[in-house]
């Protein structure tokens, strides 16, 4: 799967998944703007991958959830790079309590983020995309955007959510060759993770090592943690994919908890 010279925006690559799909982009031949809330650690990663292949990144302050920030931000990269071929809507926060005790605050925050966040930044790259006839646009889900867990209301919408808006891209998009697809990742030990675990463990009245063994991975094949690396594999595939053949789409990676 081969990305030469296709300009790629990644929201929330300073950290977690993100970055390891902006790492993978960029090793396929991409240039990748890191887009991050966390501008001193988006440089840094594009520093990082700069050293490896010079010109393959940038970092680009961007709040998904603000409409001037994002129009911004892309149209940094299109000054910078021309065009953009391939967004990865990515960055999310996760935020856990039962729906009696989650305060709407957090609620409204939560959907701001994944929501309007993956809406706000399709919007901004589409034009570009229409007018070269062509694109990928994958958002950020999760098995959560397929069945639910208890504590995680706003983000088991919101990732449910994100389905619909795919399959609207991919219809919309259709005639014009812009494609979008939702990835579905299981449990990846990032920092989104690792706040969970102590917090889930004090919500359920459970250990820390029970909220991993039983909570996250107990409904895996095999006990394992779903990487980074597999994610950013199959994000290689939806952008890289040739054809209208692969849209509308949700692939789980998950080490077999959610088969369907
Ligand atoms: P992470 O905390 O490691 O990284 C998230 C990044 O998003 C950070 O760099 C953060 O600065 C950025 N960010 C947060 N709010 C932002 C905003 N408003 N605007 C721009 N950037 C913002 O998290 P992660 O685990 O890598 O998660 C990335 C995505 O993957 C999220 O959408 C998450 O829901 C999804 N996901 C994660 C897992 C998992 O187990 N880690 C599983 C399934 C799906």
């Known amino acids: 799967m081969d990305l030469t010279n296709k300009i790629c925006i990644v929201t929330g690559a300073a950290s977690g998944i993100g970055l390891g799909i902006a790492t993978r982009f960029a090793q396929a031949g ?5 887009a991050d809330l966390n ?3 988006a440089q840094a990663a594009a520093d990082g991958l700069n050293a490896a292949r010079a010109g393959s990144a940038m970092a680009v302050a961007m709040d998904v959830t603000s409409e001037d ?4 931000g892309t149209a940094a990269v299109v000054a910078q790079w021309g065009t953009v071929n391939v967004l990865v809507s990515n960055a999310g926060i996760q935020i856990v309590n039962p729906v009696q005790d989650f305060a709407y605050a957090d609620w409204k925050k939560m959907l701001a983020i994944h929501l309007d966040g993956a809406f706000l930044t399709s919007k901004a790259v589409m034009p ?16 959560h ?13 919101a990732k449910h959510g994100l389905l619909g ?5 991919a219809r919309e998009g259709g005639q014009h060759g812009v494609r979008s ?3 579905c990742p299981g449990f990846v030990r990032t920092p989104l993770v690792d706040k969970q ?4 463990a004090r919500e359920l009245g459970i250990s820390e090592d029970e909220v991993v063994k039983k909570v996250m991975l107990g409904q895996t094949v095999d006990g394992e943690f779903t990487s980074i690396e597999d994610v950013a594999e199959v994000a290689l595939l939806f952008a890289a994919f040739p054809t209208n053949a692969l849209t509308g789409q949700s692939l789980v990676v998950s080490h077999g908890w959610f088969m369907e």
């Open 145 to 157: 955007s397929k069945t639910a867990s208890p504590l995680k209301s706003a983000y088991v919408t």
């Open 69 to 72: 920030q994002v129009n911004a």
């Open 30 to 34: 991409a240039k990748v703007a890191i």
């Open 165 to 169: 808006l795919a399959r609207t891209i």
């Open 197 to 200: 675990i102590p917090e889930q």
């Open 181 to 183: 697809n939702v990835i």
């Open 39 to 41: 501008l001193v650690a």
């Open 128 to 143: 570009h995309m229409i007018a070269q006839g062509s694109g990928a646009v994958i958002l950020m889900g999760s098995v």
